[in-house]
């Protein structure tokens, strides 16, 4: 069965997390975990609408976005606006998954880019590392994950 292959990565995974010192869940925003926030100097909608342009300026495609505020509002929750946004490369995705090994990745594929407001009423943009996450895998994973990374970033820059 193939899923024998997945314990070696959940072991190089578990293992990075143990050793880049990510041990809870409620660690604060920073490099030494797997998630980045920044905080945006201009309202929710003025930070949606400037990402939303900026994405494709830059030849990324939303394939959906979550209004994760608006759907949580059907269930009777009331929490501040979340917006979670799957991006797409189609020059970055097509590396990792026309190849067999590398495949195992697409299960964090697409990106995803949040922006949020939180109680202070600033609003705010997070995502993965996927740099630090992919250094353990090395090779193309790591190749096409940092530079996918890094045209996110520039994209954050762009908008906060």
């Given at each position: 069965?193939?899923?024998?292959?997945?314990?070696?990565?959940?072991?190089?995974?578990?293992?990075?997390l143990?050793?880049?010192?990510?041990?809870?869940?409620?660690?604060?925003?920073?490099?030494?975990?797997?998630?980045?926030?920044?905080?945006?100097?201009?309202?929710?909608?003025?930070?949606?609408?400037?990402?939303e342009?900026?994405?494709?300026?830059?030849?990324?495609s939303?394939?959906?976005?979550?209004?994760m505020?608006a759907?949580?509002?059907?269930?009777?929750?009331?929490?501040?606006?979340?917006?979670?946004f799957?991006?797409?490369?189609?020059r970055?995705?097509?590396?990792i998954l026309k190849?067999?090994?590398?495949?195992?990745?697409?299960?964090?594929?697409?990106?995803r880019?949040?922006?949020?407001?939180?109680?202070?009423?600033?609003?705010y943009?997070s995502?993965?590392?996927?740099?630090?996450?992919?250094?353990?895998?090395?090779?193309?994973?790591?190749?096409?994950m940092t530079?996918?990374a890094?045209?996110?970033?520039?994209?954050?820059?762009?908008?906060?």
């Amino acid at each position: 069965m193939n899923s024998i292959r997945i314990i070696p990565v959940f072991i190089t995974i578990l293992s990075f997390l143990f050793l880049s010192g990510f041990t809870t869940l409620d660690a604060p925003a920073s490099s030494d975990n797997m998630m980045l926030e920044d905080r945006s100097s201009h309202s929710f909608d003025q930070t949606v609408e400037s990402f939303e342009q900026k994405v494709a300026e830059a030849g990324w495609s939303i394939i959906t976005v979550h209004n994760m505020s608006a759907t949580l509002n059907q269930h009777g929750h009331d929490v501040n606006e979340v917006k979670v946004f799957e991006l797409c490369s189609a020059r970055y995705s097509v590396e990792i998954l026309k190849l067999d090994d590398e495949r195992i990745i697409s299960a964090l594929m697409p990106c995803r880019v949040a922006i949020y407001k939180k109680s202070d009423g600033y609003t705010y943009i997070s995502r993965m590392d996927n740099e630090a996450f992919a250094r353990p895998f090395g090779g193309v994973i790591h190749e096409v994950m940092t530079q996918a990374a890094g045209d996110i970033e520039e994209i954050i820059a762009e908008v906060i």
